[in-house]
């Protein structure tokens, strides 16, 4: 018992430092039958009952099917269970046929297939917490793992003892006990688990760097695992805090859209580098986050690609896909995530202006058109518009009805004050006028398609205010920002 309220102080320490649960939580249990997990269990139903936690604990355990001994050990895992009155679900996952369906790497295959029992697990109880066993030596071999890969500060702050995912909270109460000392405890008190000869087999990574990379490291220094142990707690307190201050930093220069994010380059560029990579991964996460299946690791080749995109001078635009589902574009001085679930193509739209006055609100380009026909008067100055979204036709000297429609293929119009025509494409060009923006930029044509105007950008030649005009046609473009 002495191991058992040393490993239960050691957790309620953790559980005050770092918040894991509240009096009252619910927490999902994921034990496979291993010393640690089995250790776990009976720590937290020893908590369970105190007034300061009172928490409802259910046993999950997934069953991968890739040993003939998985049977038998789920039954035992169902038998620690029923000894505590905890209730216990267990998955029979079938791994080798779904890795032979999806081609999956068999550790990645398991680990996807194992949260989404535990997070399925939770919704069905309402749990809070997803609790996981791990320890302070798994935390030394992600650390070497990510080392070995070439991982930032972020990878090697190692896993985090507590973290959202899902609207859970997946939980580490073990995460700075080490291995020793949950077997001793497991020993000391006759508690029956089960040991995974997989766990000595080198043909994975992780296996390999406990058992080899870590031992051949400590003839240099004979505490290893608590020194990486130690560089993940400075490091994350260290990436802790430069994403808190990289997320607030964003939200000055970061909007969102339709199909995601719009980053404004000026304020990007002024920077400091270790929070221009945070901003890029910010952003990626958020739009990761939008389906199950999208991956937010984003590598450092992928960051940095963005970035320098940013950075440099030409080209001014470019597309950049950086997942299957995700896309950076860069239109001159404003950057594009976009995510491809929320951003759809250009729908063709139209609509008639007929004379008189009217209002016509323009759906994808999130902007109010409104005319007005009026009386003209050569001496007065009412034909001079204030800016570039507002022009003034001669009524008498264009057919009606006029028509407002996103851009079509060959579109040229004749341009006030330069002789002959020009491609539409090659004025959005000119002016800058970003390529995600084109396909739904208005246009304004007569009865006959001639273009008379592109708000915001040029007016044409056709139908000009002359000092023998008597009608005019005032049309404005406000767009929804202002």
């Known amino acids: 018992m002495t191991k058992l309220y040393a490993l ?23 034990v496979s039958g291993g010393p640690d997990s089995v250790a776990l269990l009976h720590v937290l139903h020893m908590l369970a009952t105190h ?7 259910i046993v999950a355990h997934a069953n991968h099917g890739f040993r003939q001994a998985s049977v038998a050990e789920a039954e035992i895992v169902k038998r620690i269970a029923s000894d505590l009155g905890v209730p216990c679900e267990v998955a029979n996952l079938e791994m080798p046929a779904y890795i032979e369906r999806t081609g999956m790497n068999s550790q990645a295959a398991a680990r996807e297939q194992r949260y989404a029992f535990l997070h399925a697990t939770a919704a069905k109880y309402n749990a809070t917490h997803i609790a996981t066993a791990h320890h302070a030596d798994d935390q030394a071999e992600t650390v070497m793992m990510r080392l070995i890969r070439g991982s930032g500060a972020a990878g090697l702050a190692g896993m985090a003892i507590s973290r ?19 077997v001793d405890f497991c020993e000391e008190s006759g508690l029956q688990y089960v040991t995974d000869e997989s766990n000595d087999s080198r043909k994975y990574v992780r296996n390999q760097i406990r058992l080899d990379v870590l031992p051949f490291l400590g003839q240099y220094n004979e505490q290893i695992a608590k020194a990486l142990n130690r560089t993940a707690d400075l490091l994350r307190a260290d990436s802790d805090y430069l994403e808190q201050e990289a997320s607030v930093q964003l939200t000055a220069i970061l909007k969102q859209t339709k ?82 679930l929320d951003s759809e193509g250009p729908v063709s739209y139209e609509y008639r202006i007929e004379r008189g006055h009217g209002e016509q609100w323009i759906a994808d380009h999130s902007g109010l058109l409104s005319w007005d026909e009026i009386d003209y008067d050569s001496e007065s100055d009412r034909a001079k518009p204030q800016h570039r979204f507002i022009a003034f036709f001669d009524a008498d000297c264009i057919p009606f009805p006029l028509i407002v429609r996103n851009r079509q293929p060959g579109d040229r119009m004749r341009i006030l004050g330069l002789n002959g025509s020009k491609k539409v494409q090659d004025i959005f060009i000119d ?29 044409s030649a056709h139908a000009t205010v002359q000092e023998q005009t008597k009608r005019l046609i005032r049309i404005e473009l406000c767009k929804q920002e202002g």
């Open 164 to 182: 959202s995912e899902k609207n859970v909270e997946l939980i580490r109460p073990f995460l700075r006990i080490y291995k020793t000392d949950l």
């Open 259 to 340: 199909g995601g994010y719009q980053l404004d380059r000026a304020g990007f560029v002024s920077t400091h580098v270790a929070l221009q990579r945070r901003f890029i991964k910010l952003i990626l996460s958020y739009l990761a986050q939008k389906t199950d299946t999208e991956s937010d690791s984003f590598d450092y080749e992928k960051i940095e690609a963005i970035r320098q995109g940013i950075l440099q001078a030409l080209p001014t635009t470019w597309m950049l896909d950086i997942s299957e589902r995700i896309q950076c574009v860069r239109s001159y001085d404003q950057i594009e995530f976009i995510h491809r």
């Open 8 to 30: 239960a102080g050691q957790v309620e320490q953790a559980v005050r430092e770092h918040q894991l649960w509240t009096p009252g939580s619910t927490i999902v249990v994921a």
């Open 51 to 57: 007034e300061r936690h009172r928490l409802r604990l």
């Open 431 to 459: 002016e800058k006028i970003a390529p995600m923006l084109r396909d739904t930029w208005p246009v304004l044509t007569d009865a006959t398609g001639q273009l008379l105007w592109i708000p915001g950008v040029r007016r």
